[in-house]
């Protein structure tokens, strides 16, 4: 594994305090520690760091994170994008990207200014007005849905629309999965990516109780719409996705791409997917938290403290010294799941997803969504050869 995409923790807080956040609301608190806003001279060293890492042409991407990076105001995001474009250069292979919750899109200058830079924005967006506010809430209790339309239209007008990457989804099974899908339509995104919550063995997602680990079946061609893999018992989840999937795949026209899906559909077609959610890839990410820390992906942090933690920062490490991290040298499948007919499809889930306390290594897991993998890996696959088998034999 290298490094090839660097996210970038520029502001360390947040302007909402969602219910399920896996930053502030999860097992690792060191958050607490790290400074408010990354500082210039942090953003220079992890400039040239990035610069002095990367092969030429090679592609990277840059995101910028938080907390809530809008919160630095338009100087400092100007500057860190300066920065960022003056070591890097302004090519094609080099994508400048930022997550946002959506609300300080509303200010001009900060507008004007990921114009300037051409970054790619996401916006987290739970569905409905009241799908989004149970959870997506600021500090006093209000909901933030209505602030983030706003945001949405603007990034979503003629000036911005080149700017506009997606939406994220976190998947609630309080909220109708179709409805969520349709209020996500409204803004016309691109894109979307549906998430499952950050849940662990440990710590199960809502509505899946102490679900046992899964047995691994032989290995075997998954078969019936719920698939077959080392799941069993209920899928809510799968169900509720199972339902979004239906509803996109069947529509007339392609009304936008939804990440899982397509991802999905690849791996299943023999193809190779980038997330990190599925798939046998190789991990690429690193976070580049406020004071300049390298670490693995946030959503560890669901699993213990200083679960994300290498010991490593950019003032006395390069890339490559990430790259020859254990933790980043890690496989990305579960070992437990060498029998199981889904694996290269499903990856053994997001490596957040496999944590159980206990000793030895404690990610040697299933994914806690295995029956739900399962379930949408076969209904997935169902649609799949159904389609397949309706253009007839080949001539």
């Known amino acids: ?13 947040c302007n909402l305090a969602c219910s399920y956040c896996y930053v502030y609301e999860a097992a690792d608190q060191s ?23 990367r092969r030429p042409g090679e592609p990277i991407s840059v995101i910028l994170h938080g907390g809530e990076p809008l919160l630095v105001g338009p100087r400092h995001l100007d500057e860190t994008l300066g920065v960022l474009r003056e070591a890097l ?9 930022l997550q946002t919750n959506g609300v300080l899109l509303r200010d001009p200058e900060l507008m004007r200014v990921l114009r300037r830079y051409e970054v790619q924005v996401g916006v987290s967006l739970d569905g409905a007005a009241r799908d989004h506010d149970r959870n ?4 006093n209790g209000r909901g933030s849905h209505a602030a983030v339309a706003e945001g949405l239209r603007i990034l979503g007008a003629a000036e911005n629309r080149h700017l506009y990457a997606g939406v994220l989804c976190t998947v609630d099974l309080a909220n109708d999965p179709v409805g969520t899908y349709e209020a996500l339509l ?84 023999g193809g190779r997917a980038s997330s990190e959610a599925v798939g046998t890839g190789p991990m690429d ?5 406020t004071d300049g820390t390298l670490e693995l992906a946030d959503s560890l942090k669901v699993a213990y403290d200083g ?31 060498g029998g199981c007919a889904l694996e290269r499809v499903c990856g053994g889930g997001l490596y957040a997803h496999r944590y159980k306390a206990g000793e030895g ?9 295995c029956p739900d993998m399962a379930a949408l890996i076969g209904h997935i696959r169902a649609a799949l050869v159904r389609d397949v088998a309706a253009l007839g034999p080949a001539r």
């Not at 090519?91 to 400048?96: N, P």
């Not at 997506?136 to 500090?139: E, H, M, P, S, V």
């Not at 290594?361 to 969504?369: E, G, K, L, S």
């Open 186 to 269: 409204e803004f016309a995104p691109p894109r979307m990516d549906l998430l499952l919550p950050h849940g662990n063995w440990s710590a199960p997602p809502p509505g899946t109780g102490r679900r046992p680990l899964p047995r691994v079946p032989p290995a075997g061609p998954p078969d019936g719409a719920r698939g077959r893999g080392g799941g069993d018992g209920p899928a809510p989840y799968a169900d509720w996705l199972c339902a979004v999937f239906d509803r996109w795949y069947g529509a007339p026209r392609r009304e936008t791409g939804i990440r899982l899906f397509e991802e999905l559909i690849m791996l299943l077609l």
């Open 285 to 289: 990410l690193v976070v580049v938290e």
């Open 31 to 53: 958050w607490r520690t790290k400074p408010r806003r990354m500082e210039s001279a942090t953003v220079r060293q992890v400039a040239r760091r990035i610069a002095a890492h």
């Open 89 to 97: 250069g302004g090519g094609a292979d080099v994508a400048l990207g």
């Open 136 to 139: 997506r809430r600021f500090g």
């Open 361 to 369: 290594d404690t990610f040697a897991h299933p994914t806690v969504y």
């Open 1 to 13: 594994m290298t490094p090839r995409q660097f996210l970038l923790k520029l502001h360390g807080r």
């Open 307 to 337: 679960a994300a933690a290498t010991g490593l920062d950019v003032f006395r490490h390069s890339f490559a010294d990430v790259a020859r991290h254990p933790s980043f040298r890690t496989p990305r499948r579960a070992a437990v799941c």
